[in-house]
């Protein structure tokens, strides 16, 4: 619990962020007879308690749902041991239901409570990793009362890192890269901790369970109207994010709200698919302002060189030119998955999803030359990026603009929108539908956004939330960083080989994929429509679901959701034989395309001990686009008839 203490009198400082909050504990005297040491442990969600055996008694512990930091809020004391007082008052509520549990604790004469802190996390998951800020300094902390569990994977973990500089263990989730400065302000932490300690015991609904504490910390200009306008926000790296947007708000309404989760249907599904039909009949309008933005450059060419060498791909494309590639590691894993800009000669702006701030910036800055040719600047809070979605998208941006954007696929130019300046429009979406992704500098934001939500009205202009926005990417088979594309899946495994440039002199991990190219994969991403399921009825795939072919476990689910325009559920998930999942090494288990689609195979999704049909897929179904030009031909514009008072 002083890890964060510690970090903080680095130089430079090291951010650790995890504070210790109050934890109790109730140990009773032996019983007669003394209970067997063998006693299975006892966990009792509902009540947020767990029982275990204890020299013959019990003890008996708690994670309550709200809690409280440790010392008051104040620094560790040199006395904490005597600044850890027992509060059998907060205690209580968990002990009555310990008692209702296991009735024999009623029998118990003067138990002993025990305050013993524990190091929590912002959001409840263990810190592991090198440093960003200082090379060969690793951490484990953070174990929020639940170091047992995760020790020997811990330990081995970082015994990897130490030694051979990474672990063979994808531990993303817990990777110290995955927080910002604001996570570790004390007066953050204090709030968030409160409500950490009880999520640890909860049923945490897939995207349906966001913080209460801590929020409103980054917002992007448009915050207060997407809330006037029904947006129910979640949080991604301390980012606001509208999910959905609930239509039945009014304006003085109290903020919109998340129904009470579930593993079926969402409650506010029909939402969702109204913003859908808006991408795909008309405009959708999302926030996307969370996602990370990086400018690179250089006084001279040296920073093409930099990003040849960082880039699978080819980045030596016309200015103007947009690109999308990863950076892979010397396995062919990935680093980062990020569209490239390149605005003139010696400058390039780069775009990564809201989870890599922190580790795009460490591995670039890792791999900057050493004579500082070549910088790099985090531009994340000077944008506001507002995506304009579907095939009326076209005409409502020329109506808006004095300039031409009819723009070929992955390209961008800067244009007047209203009377905004210089707002970068590129010609992608990340939903796979036809549209524009606008880089709006923030002062302008508000004014922009007003002009696409008054003139768009005629164009059926609604907000879209990130959620809708993750399904149609589903839809459309793309693969997402921390989902899809981590640091142990290469491009090839995830169907993306073809943005591999091989033919280029050099980048980091080339000679990997060289020869996965020619040996072939061991594992590949595949696209599952879910034939016999009943969405209003079963409980829907949600992601880590197993996966078997011919009832053979073969991989698990990545990623899931509902496919709008299949109408269907969907899912997408990586297959390997079942042999290497089993450890056999006798022979090579290369998965390929007829592996996959063999006429024998057949597959099934687990969900919740039930297993259903899953149709495989090597790309995407076919989903025609609405084209932008044959839309704004059918296009004919509201005529408003204004009596004279």
Known sequence: MWARDLGLKCSPTVRVPAIPAEHYYVTTSCFEPALDSWLPCVRDYDSHIYL????????????????????????????????????????????????????????????????????????????????????????????????????????????????????TTEILPFSVQRFVDLHNNRQYLLQRTREVVGRHYSILYPHQCEYKYARKLRCSPLYSVLEKRGAVFGTRMGYERPLYFDPTHKAGDPPAKMPPGSFYKP???????????????????????????????????????????????????PVGGIVHTGMQNEHGGYENDCMIVRQNDNSFFMVSPTSQQTRTFEWMQRNLPSDQSVDITDMTSMYTVINVVGPKSRELMSELSNSDINLHPFTYKKVNVGYASDVMVMSFTHTGEPGYCLYVPSEYALHVYDRLMTVGRDYGARDVGCLTQRFMRIEKFIAFWAEELTSLSTPFEAGAGHRVKLDKEYFIGKFALQRQKEQGVTQRLVFFVLEDMDPDVHIWPWGGEPLYRNGEFVGTVTSAGYGFTLDKLICLGYIRHPGMIKGVTNGRHIVTNDFIMSRNARYEIDIAGQRFLAKPHIHAPHIPHVNMESASRRYRPTVVSLKAN
């Open 267 to 317: 409650k506010f599904f029909d939402y969702m698919k109204e913003e859908y039909l808006a991408c795909r009949e008309g405009v959708g309008i999302i926030d996307m302002s969370s996602f990370s933005k990086i400018e690179i450059k250089s006084s001279g060419t040296e920073v093409v060189d930099y990003l040849q060498q960082l880039c699978s791909n080819d980045v030596n494309i």
């Open 52 to 167: 275990r055996e204890w020299e013959g008694g019990f003890m008996v512990g708690g994670f309550e749902l709200e809690a409280k930091p440790a010392f008051g809020g104040a620094r560790i004391p040199e006395d904490w041991k005597h600044k850890v007082p027992q509060d059998w008052k907060h205690f209580m509520p968990l002990w009555e239901k310990a008692i209702h549990r296991v009735p024999i604790l009623k029998e118990v004469h003067n138990p002993v409570l025990t305050n013993s802190p524990d190091n929590f996390t912002p959001d409840g998951r263990w810190i592991l990793g090198e440093t960003p800020e200082v090379r060969i300094i690793y951490l484990t902390v953070g174990m929020n009362g639940n170091s047992l569990q995760g020790a020997g994977g811990i330990g081995k973990a970082v015994a990897e890192w130490i030694i051979e500089g990474e672990s």
